[in-house]
């Protein structure tokens, strides 16, 4: 690529995160609801039958002979695997709903992967860990507390409707955690990190909501 474009694409990605950090800063698309998560569609948010693509402008292609995916931090036993070691793991589906925080919702989506509490049982998180980062390929991070990671319905998936996941949708592997808004399921992910502080991530720095729990429509940090 030329020194050109890449100067192009810089500028171009640093207007479209700050267009999505003056939209937490004015709170835009908040309702102020709250709906109850027996609600199947949350506060503010509309369905859609597509899917659309978010992510940074940079879109990691990671050949399956290089990709790795590491677990360490908090952990009493770090862990990498390759691509074929992972996905050797027992493996689960599961079908959920997305909510993206810029207000689209897509429902019955179907999943195959890793769960994350599957992952957890190896590496046995130390008793002090209380969060956990994911680092991914493009250098995006988010955080959520180990809970919410450890819930039953949360995956490393590295499949979708029956294929494989996209490359823009976070392929090979992405995390898919259905009860917080999308941007805490990392697309290309590379690294879970398991922490005792909380770690904000590159929407959570930004003025996105620290936990992201779309029923509370907590899309972004009231001090924003
Ligand atoms: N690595 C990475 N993961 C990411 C993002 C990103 O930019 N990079 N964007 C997040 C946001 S804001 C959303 S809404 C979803 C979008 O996923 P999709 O493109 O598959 O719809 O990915 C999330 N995960
Ligand atoms: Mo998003």
New binding site residues.
């Given amino acids: 690529m030329a020194d050109d474009d890449a100067t192009l694409i810089g500028r171009l990605r640093s207007k479209l995160i700050d267009a999505?950090k003056k939209w937490a800063e004015d709170g835009r698309l908040l309702t102020g609801e709250e709906a109850p998560p027996t609600r199947r569609l949350p506060p503010g948010q509309r369905r859609v039958d597509n899917?659309?693509?978010?992510?940074?402008g940079?879109q990691?292609d990671i050949p399956l002979h290089a990709w790795r995916l590491f677990a360490d931090g908090a952990v009493e036993q770090p862990m990498s695997w390759k691509w074929g070691e992972f996905t050797d793991l027992p493996r689960t589906t599961l079908t959920t709903d997305?909510h993206?925080?810029?207000a689209w919702s897509?429902y019955d989506n179907r999943w195959e992967g890793v769960s994350a509490r599957e992952l957890i049982g190896r590496v046995k998180p130390k008793a002090e860990a209380r969060h956990v980062v994911?680092h991914?390929?493009?250098?995006?991070t988010?955080n959520v507390p180990l809970a919410d990671f450890a819930a039953a319905d949360v995956l490393l998936a590295w499949s979708w409707n029956g294929e494989p996941?996209s490359r823009?949708?976070?392929g090979p592997l992405?995390?898919v955690i259905p009860k917080l808004?999308?941007?805490?399921?990392?697309?290309?992910?590379k690294r879970i990190e398991f922490s005792t502080l909380d770690k904000p991530g590159?929407?959570e720095v930004r003025g996105y909501h620290n936990y992201g729990d779309p029923w509370r429509e907590q899309r972004y940090d009231e001090e924003a």
């Fill in positions: 999505k899917w659309p693509v978010l992510d940074l940079v990691p997305i993206c925080v810029t897509r994911f991914s390929y493009d250098t995006y988010t996941i823009e949708h976070g992405r995390v808004y999308f941007w805490k399921s990392a697309k290309w992910i590159f929407w």
